[in-house]
């Protein structure tokens, strides 16, 4: 562990969102994890403390002004030519390998990044061709980005591709905002005294997270759990199956980190809300109407309208349906940052 970051096991709050991380770094396969919030909520000390709890440690960023081929890596087709190989120059994918690629303000980059960056996440691994010549290699991290959603959104198909997604509480409560600053101020006088004291428990989240990357594979993807999932994937109306593939690997994922040999309903539960934020799509039920008073028939004015005879009630007239609304993320209504 690098003496540099604040331990995430020191971090007051964020339970859900240090539950998320290190889901994501059990099995990356997950498909990385979206924070929204606004400034100051220590999304980066997070992501920072993330990377302690991995074997490599490695932690990337990723500038927004980054381009492709720095991202993804160069191939040198001149010494393809003369020496008959290809000769790879390695981006940002094969540095975070093994490790945490971070990316801060990930809404303001451009969309096709953001694919490549989820396509690498997902499979694992990078893959690069130009001129018909072509490079693979290893690209298996742990894809962190954060958001501020006054600064633009994520269109729907990209928010998707994002395994989890969680929004921080911009109003913690007075105790906690307190000793947040306590435990900053604490680091930021002393870091080796700051670190020294909470080395205990950085060690056993350490080892806890590791201990469940050793055994998450033996635990069985079943067709119970399977079934679980779907019909309420269905419930929530979600697009596609990507959710469903999700839900049930951060199960699997969840139920390493407890300790048990298989997907139980409490696994489902735990990472429901990670799943689905960004991805459901039916309305709550309406609120229910108290009775409006009825007005009473002026006796004196003709009725404009033939009474229904007794007995047969207003036939004529349908109940009143709820209505599904598409409550999907609207399209960006904010101008990027140059």
């Known amino acids: 562990m690098t003496d540099s970051h604040f331990p995430l096991a020191a971090v ?10 290190c889901l994501a770094a059990i099995d990356p396969a997950i498909g990385g994890v979206l924070i929204e919030g606004p400034r100051g909520m220590a999304k980066s000390t997070l992501a920072r403390g993330l990377a302690d709890l991995l074997a490599s440690g490695t932690f990337v960023t990723l500038p927004l002004g980054a381009s492709e081929e720095r991202i993804v890596g160069t191939l040198d087709l001149d010494a393809a030519l003369g020496e008959g190989r290809a000769q790879f120059s390695p981006g940002l994918l094969a540095k975070a390998n093994g490790g945490v690629l ?28 130009r001129d018909g010549i072509s490079h693979r290699h290893a690209a298996r991290f742990v894809l962190i980005g954060t958001m501020n959603a006054e600064e633009g959104e994520l269109r729907p ?23 947040i600053v306590r435990r900053r101020l604490a680091f930021d006088a002393d870091p080796q005294a700051f670190l020294k004291r909470w080395q205990a428990q950085q060690d056993e989240l350490y080892s806890r997270c590791q201990r469940a990357r050793e055994r998450f594979a033996a635990i069985p993807l079943d067709d119970a759990a399977l079934e679980q999932i779907s019909q309420r994937c269905f419930a929530a109306a979600v697009d596609g199956l990507r959710a469903d593939l999700v839900w049930l690997r951060a199960a699997r994922a969840h139920a390493a980190w407890r300790g048990v040999e298989r997907i139980e309903a409490e696994d489902i539960d735990a990472v429901a809300e990670f799943v689905l934020l960004h991805r459901r799509r039916n309305s709550p039920p309406p609120a229910a109407q108290p009775p409006q008073p009825q007005s009473q028939p002026d006796k004196s004015a003709p009725s404009e309208q033939p009474q229904a005879p007794q007995g047969e009630g207003q036939w004529g007239e349908l109940p009143a349906h709820a209505q599904h609304v598409d409550v999907r993320r609207e399209p960006p209504r904010w101008t990027k940052k140059p």
């Open 12 to 21: 007051v709050g964020a339970e859900d969102l240090k539950l998320a991380l």
């Open 157 to 179: 198909q990209l928010l998707d591709r994002f395994g989890l997604n969680l929004a921080l509480d911009a109003q913690p409560q007075p105790e906690q905002r307190a000793e």
């Open 102 to 129: 971070y990316v801060d303000e990930v809404n303001l980059l451009p969309d096709h990044l953001v694919d490549l960056l989820l396509d690498a996440a997902a499979s694992g691994v990078n893959h690069i061709e």
